[in-house]
């Protein structure tokens, strides 16, 4: 298993910027396809962006697609989501995820998960 630790979500008005932190720790960080979910009150988790950290492969959900982007660094053993025009609607708890093996978008399908960091737009 490896162990997650999120960190550099906040408030922020609409159409503002946050990039989000998720360090690695345990196993070989670079065996692992990298996520990030997020999940509203009341609501499913659902997939945000997902990197396939050997080569770098990324794809975001289609909400997304083209303001936010996922990253690795991993000399630092680090994945960031960079996420920019941020929504209302984008308010919710991210969470980072990993998984041992090929690429998936399903929550279900990952077995490692940090706290959590909130992240809340106002309008």
């Known amino acids: 298993q490896v162990q997650l630790v999120e960190s550099g979500g906040g408030l922020v008005q609409a159409g503002g910027s946050l990039r989000l932190s998720c360090v690695a720790s345990?196993?070989?960080?670079?065996?692992?396809?990298m996520g990030w979910f997020r999940q509203a009150p009341g609501k499913e988790r659902e997939f945000v962006a997902g990197?396939?950290?050997?080569?770098?492969?990324?794809y975001q959900a289609d909400s997304v697609k083209g303001r936010f982007a996922i990253s690795r660094d991993n000399t630092k053993n680090t994945v960031y989501l960079q996420m920019n025009s941020l929504k209302p609607d984008d308010t919710a708890v991210y969470y980072c995820?990993?998984?041992?093996?090929?690429?998936?978008?399903?929550?279900?399908?990952?077995?490692?998960w940090g706290q959590g960091t909130q992240v809340t737009v106002s309008s």
């Open positions: 995820a990993a998984r041992w093996g090929v690429p998936a978008t399903k929550a279900a399908h990952f077995g490692s």
């Open positions: 345990g196993r070989t960080f670079g065996g692992y396809h």
């Open positions: 990197i396939t950290v050997r080569d770098g492969t990324t």
